[in-house]
């Protein structure tokens, strides 16, 4: 019998309620993952109970992360602690807890931002916590995490049509101003509106322009932005530059996974620039990795990834699709989970690292 006033929840939301914030703990705890944890949690404290100033400089491009991890850092004292200059001298387990607190606060948000794929969801949870360079997110990458989260929510709204291409563009300066491999996104989506540009103005055949205002748009971005680009990343581009590793990357089954998540959007997804900005994302991903530049391949990837993903699963979700990709989508999940028993079992690439939980013992 229901009570009058209270809402229906069915069992399997009550579940995904308690079971996926888990997954999202215990997976990547098995592999060993702790990275930044302890930084995060020390630049919280600071900002806490200091000016902060060392902080801000050092993430002078990402104010809006600094504005997050403080603002977090104000809700975890009041409500764990009655008297905050204790808890600056002796904040014991809190400089590991509150980077924890702040993860999350964000995995649960992404939880709720992929409830349009309906029982879908699950697919896109097990490969977040099974894929070998997203499960680094949430402990690891906390700022690249969190900026991925409002990425994963833009493109679910422009999905659905709840927002427009232009202001989809314009929010994507928010997740910029958190973590800098954004700013990539932002001009894919500047490249995707040069096709729709070129037709208001010359009411050409949306094939033919979609062709060549793509390719002249990326052309006119790299002539008048690429000095600036490259003066911005040319210390971690530069010295990262390696031909075997470009190999590696081009050839590597996430590239040929997005690429062909890629081709079935552009086939199948109604929203004309949700298409054109994944293609594009995806043309860029590729040409990223043919630079052999190891930090930027990982953290597109960690971007194109959930993207490209949920926009794939929304397709599967809401309209009918062939036999054949239901099989792309099971072996990409299959990968997955192969990545993660090899860096769980065989590889550890964490085993000099102390782990998680050894941290917090």
């Given at each position: 019998?229901?009570?009058?006033?209270?809402?229906?929840?069915?069992?399997?939301?009550?579940?995904?309620?308690?079971?996926?914030?888990?997954?999202?703990?215990?997976?990547?705890?098995?592999?060993?993952?702790?990275?930044?944890?302890?930084?995060?949690?020390?630049?919280?404290?600071?900002?806490?109970?200091?000016?902060?100033?060392?902080?801000?400089?050092?993430?002078?491009?990402?104010?809006?992360?600094?504005?997050?991890?403080?603002?977090?850092?104000?809700?975890?004292?009041?409500?764990?602690?009655?008297?905050?200059?204790?808890?600056?001298?002796?904040?014991?387990?809190?400089?590991?807890?509150?980077?924890?607190?702040?993860?999350?606060?964000?995995?649960?948000?992404?939880?709720?931002?992929?409830?349009?794929?309906?029982?879908?969801?699950?697919?896109?949870?097990?490969?977040?916590?099974?894929?070998?360079?997203?499960?680094?997110?949430?402990?690891?990458?906390?700022?690249?995490?969190?900026?991925?989260?409002?990425?994963?929510?833009?493109?679910?709204?422009?999905?659905?049509?709840?927002?427009?291409?232009?202001?989809?563009?314009?929010?994507?300066?928010?997740?910029?101003?958190?973590?800098?491999?954004?700013?990539?996104?932002?001009?894919?989506?500047?490249?995707?509106?040069?096709?729709?540009?070129?037709?208001?103005?010359?009411?050409?055949?949306?094939?033919?322009?979609?062709?060549?205002?793509?390719?002249?748009?990326?052309?006119?971005?790299?002539?008048?932005?690429?000095?600036?680009?490259?003066?911005?990343?040319?210390?971690?581009?530069?010295?990262?530059?390696?031909?075997?590793?470009?190999?590696?990357?081009?050839?590597?089954?996430?590239?040929?996974?997005?690429?062909?998540?890629?081709?079935?959007?552009?086939?199948?997804?109604?929203?004309?620039?949700?298409?054109?900005?994944?293609?594009?994302?995806?043309?860029?991903y590729v040409v990223i990795t043919l630079t052999g530049n190891s930090l930027i391949i990982e953290r597109m990837r960690t971007l194109l990834v959930p993207t490209a993903y949920f926009a794939f699963l929304y397709i599967r979700?809401?309209?009918?699709?062939?036999?054949?990709?239901?099989?792309?989508?099971?072996?990409?999940?299959?990968?997955?989970?192969?990545?993660?028993?090899?860096?769980?079992?065989?590889?550890?690439?964490?085993?000099?690292?102390?782990?998680?939980?050894?941290?917090?013992?």
């Amino acid at each position: 019998m229901q009570l009058i006033g209270v809402p229906r929840v069915s069992i399997p939301t009550l579940l995904a309620i308690f079971a996926l914030p888990l997954l999202y703990i215990l997976l990547p705890t098995m592999v060993g993952l702790n990275g930044d944890l302890k930084r995060y949690g020390e630049a919280g404290l600071s900002l806490l109970c200091s000016d902060g100033g060392a902080i801000w400089a050092n993430y002078k491009s990402e104010p809006l992360f600094v504005a997050i991890l403080w603002f977090f850092a104000e809700v975890w004292s009041v409500l764990f602690s009655s008297d905050q200059a204790d808890y600056c001298l002796n904040p014991g387990f809190n400089v590991f807890w509150l980077p924890i607190f702040v993860s999350t606060i964000f995995i649960l948000l992404l939880i709720y931002i992929v409830r349009p794929l309906r029982g879908a969801a699950i697919y896109f949870h097990l490969v977040f916590c099974l894929d070998t360079a997203l499960l680094m997110l949430p402990f690891n990458l906390l700022r690249q995490f969190i900026a991925m989260v409002i990425v994963v929510a833009l493109v679910s709204l422009l999905i659905r049509e709840r927002i427009s291409p232009l202001t989809f563009i314009a929010a994507l300066v928010v997740p910029a101003l958190i973590h800098w491999s954004v700013w990539f996104l932002f001009l894919t989506g500047l490249a995707a509106t040069i096709p729709s540009l070129f037709l208001i103005a010359a009411r050409l055949s949306k094939r033919t322009v979609a062709a060549w205002a793509g390719v002249v748009g990326l052309v006119l971005l790299g002539v008048f932005l690429g000095p600036a680009l490259y003066n911005l990343f040319s210390e971690k581009l530069m010295s990262r530059l390696d031909v075997s590793l470009s190999i590696n990357g081009l050839l590597h089954p996430v590239t040929f996974f997005v690429a062909v998540f890629s081709y079935a959007i552009s086939r199948h997804l109604k929203q004309e620039f949700a298409c054109r900005f994944i293609v594009c994302t995806t043309i860029l991903y590729v040409v990223i990795t043919l630079t052999g530049n190891s930090l930027i391949i990982e953290r597109m990837r960690t971007l194109l990834v959930p993207t490209a993903y949920f926009a794939f699963l929304y397709i599967r979700a809401t309209r009918p699709l062939a036999p054949a990709w239901s099989a792309v989508n099971v072996l990409f999940v299959l990968f997955a989970l192969t990545s993660f028993l090899w860096n769980a079992i065989v590889a550890q690439p964490f085993a000099e690292r102390d782990s998680f939980m050894q941290l917090l013992s």
